[in-house]
């Protein structure tokens, strides 16, 4: 099995180019900067590693439109490895990151800059999520009615717990 999760900030905003040929992709290519994990010592700053990404087609499209230097995303992918020979003539060779699923990893507040679009966290808990194909499309969540001041609701006697809508 060849799957990768990532959570980092952009070390810069994305590269996008457009393929040529008969049905034009667009092709975005990050760097994601991923702390590691560990203990620090005294007076030693955190320690890094730099994970290129490469997402294709719409995932592509949506890095363009929402993706900028600094932020915090999670990336979901596979790690492909290359080769090239460079103008010297040495063999250079590469790990990426094939996106196949990406979305914000910061809330609203702690993003500021980046056209409002955030997601909370990995765990599906009230953000967007991108996934390859799928259009996005941000959501938002009204304050039900009967809420408490603590953000919970009350749910009258007689309710069965089967029947309430939980994904």
């Known amino acids: 099995m060849?799957?990768?999760?990532?959570?980092g900030r952009l070390t810069r905003d994305p590269e996008v180019r457009y393929s040529q040929g008969e049905r034009q992709m667009a092709i975005a290519r990050y760097t994601l900067a991923v702390d590691r994990r560990g203990r620090r010592d005294a007076g030693q700053d955190a320690q890094a590693d730099f994970i290129r990404c490469v997402a294709f087609d719409r995932a592509a499209e949506f890095t363009e439109k929402y993706f900028r230097q600094g932020m915090r995303v999670l990336v979901e992918g596979r790690i492909?490895?290359?080769?090239?020979?460079?103008?010297?003539?040495?063999?250079?060779?590469?790990?990426?990151?094939?996106?196949?699923?990406?979305?914000?990893?910061?809330?609203?507040?702690?993003?500021a800059g980046n056209d409002g679009f955030a997601?909370?966290?990995y765990g599906n808990q009230g953000g967007q999520r991108y996934s390859g194909g799928q259009s996005y499309q941000p959501q938002s969540r009204p304050a039900p009615s009967s809420a408490l001041a603590d953000g919970f609701m009350n749910i009258p006697d007689g309710v069965d717990d089967e029947g309430l809508p939980f994904n």
């Open 2 to 7: 060849n799957k990768v999760i990532l959570m």
């Open 119 to 121: 997601n909370q966290s």
């Open 80 to 111: 492909q490895t290359g080769s090239y020979q460079d103008k010297d003539g040495k063999t250079v060779y590469t790990t990426d990151v094939i996106v196949e699923n990406q979305e914000f990893a910061d809330s609203k507040g702690a993003s």
